[in-house]
């Protein structure tokens, strides 16, 4: 036996809030991180995995991308970080990832996976996993 659901009277108006997850999965990319001197010496391969929670505009995004948060402006400003040079952590590089999304001001948090894929022969990769979320949410 199925359950049907209710009816909503067309005179009723349901007040919703929407959360979006914006996400790039598994996005490699030459980085210049390490404290170790070879590392200082040549770029190595990261995967950087992050997600996104975004608030949802108040009317409709109408099918137009200035509406929504734009993962490849996210990927272009990763890019950008990553060729201002060196970094020794991988936390500090998670740190200015996290900085230029929140600039968006529809983030509310951010899910950050930083790996070097290869700093120690014996695993597939070590690095770091932050979240941070804005202090009003």
């Given at each position: 036996?199925?359950?049907?659901?209710?009816?909503?009277?067309?005179?009723q108006t349901l007040t919703?809030?929407?959360?979006?997850?914006?996400?790039?999965?598994?996005?490699?990319?030459?980085?210049?991180?390490?404290?170790?001197?070879?590392?200082?010496?040549?770029?190595?391969?990261?995967?950087?995995?992050?997600?996104?929670?975004?608030?949802?505009?108040?009317?409709?995004?109408?099918?137009?991308?200035?509406?929504?948060?734009?993962?490849?402006?996210?990927?272009?400003?990763?890019?950008?970080?990553?060729?201002?040079?060196?970094?020794?952590?991988?936390?500090?590089?998670?740190?200015l990832i996290m900085d230029?999304?929140?600039?968006?001001?529809?983030?509310?948090?951010?899910?950050?996976?930083?790996?070097?894929?290869?700093?120690?022969?014996?695993?597939?990769?070590?690095?770091?996993?932050?979240?941070?979320?804005?202090?009003e949410h």
């Amino acid at each position: 036996m199925t359950k049907s659901l209710p009816k909503v009277r067309s005179s009723q108006t349901l007040t919703t809030r929407t959360i979006r997850q914006i996400i790039i999965r598994n996005l490699i990319l030459p980085a210049c991180v390490g404290v170790y001197r070879h590392e200082k010496l040549a770029s190595q391969q990261i995967r950087i995995n992050l997600e996104l929670t975004i608030t949802d505009p108040q009317g409709s995004i109408n099918d137009e991308i200035k509406n929504v948060v734009n993962y490849e402006d996210i990927v272009l400003s990763i890019k950008e970080v990553l060729a201002q040079g060196h970094l020794n952590l991988v936390e500090t590089l998670a740190e200015l990832i996290m900085d230029l999304c929140f600039v968006d001001e529809r983030v509310e948090g951010i899910r950050l996976k930083i790996e070097k894929l290869h700093a120690i022969p014996e695993a597939e990769s070590v690095g770091v996993t932050i979240e941070k979320f804005r202090s009003e949410h």
